[in-house]
């Protein structure tokens, strides 16, 4: 069964966000930083491979894999140092999903609370989101799985920003860009919508929904607002 947040009977109630390819368009720059470490310890992966194989994971998962594939220990700190260096290099790179500002601005218009889950680190997220501007959308509604120590696709970082809401799980609606956000979303009994190109392959899961760009979002959220006899904050 469908989570309630998407059904005519229920009532969506919160939007939490992805970061990462979804507002800030960061996945590129970050893994290719990523990408630079670890051929130091002789990982045969360039720089656009790396964006597929890394979009979405932990920075302890890829420590895990890359120590893996090539036999070679990582400093126990390599996550942390890292993860500083992202910090940096957002400070300087950070840019927006084309369509973001906009997408944000209509989805606050249909009266919908807001909330952020990423795999990202609080520090990571406030520079990004102070650089492009969107923190007047999310300032303090933001919440990181690499923080709490519980990286998606654990659930954890979903179910939290429910909580801290006061919703309930199944009346929320995720937007993801990874299989990985997306996974961590259904195992929360969330809603989930994939933004990818809609000629890229995509999963064929319950609770699923797909578009190819963020202005189709919130004309989506009406339809389930309409659906739901309500009038998405336009009365």
């Known amino acids: 069964m ?10 969506l109630r919160l939007v939490i966000f ?3 390819g979804v507002l800030i368009d960061s996945e590129g720059p970050s893994c290719r930083a990523v990408a630079h470490e670890l051929r130091q310890i002789g990982l045969d992966l360039d720089d656009e491979a790396a964006v597929h194989r890394f979009a979405g ?3 302890t998962a890829i420590k895990i894999e890359a120590e893996t594939e090539t036999g070679r220990a990582l400093p126990a700190d390599w996550a942390a140092t890292m ?3 992202l910090v940096e290099l957002m400070r300087r790179e950070a840019r927006t999903i084309d369509g973001a500002h906009g997408m944000l601005t209509a989805v606050v218009g249909l009266d919908l609370p807001v909330r952020v889950g990423s795999n990202s680190s609080i520090a990571e997220m406030d520079v990004k989101f102070g650089r492009t501007g969107l923190d007047q959308f999310v300032a303090d509604r933001i919440h990181s799985a690499r923080d709490m120590g519980k990286p998606k696709p654990d659930p954890a970082v979903y179910l939290h920003a429910a909580e801290i809401e006061g919703v309930a799980p199944d ?3 995720v937007l993801e860009d990874t299989d990985t956000g997306a996974r961590a979303a259904q195992a929360a ?5 994939l933004l990818r190109p809609l000629d890229h392959p995509a999963p064929d899961w319950p ?4 578009i190819g760009h963020l202005s189709e979002f919130a004309p989506f959220l009406e339809r389930i607002l309409a659906s739901q006899g309500r ?3 336009r009365s």
């Not at 009994?189 to 919508?193: D, H, L, N, T």
């Open 231 to 233: 009038d998405g904050g």
């Open 83 to 85: 993860q500083g260096k």
């Open 171 to 173: 009346d929320c609606i």
């Open 189 to 193: 009994g969330m809603a989930c919508v």
């Open 2 to 11: 469908l989570p309630r947040a998407v059904r005519p009977d229920g009532r």
């Open 57 to 59: 994971k932990a920075l």
């Open 207 to 210: 609770g699923l929904f797909r």
């Open 18 to 20: 992805d970061c990462d």
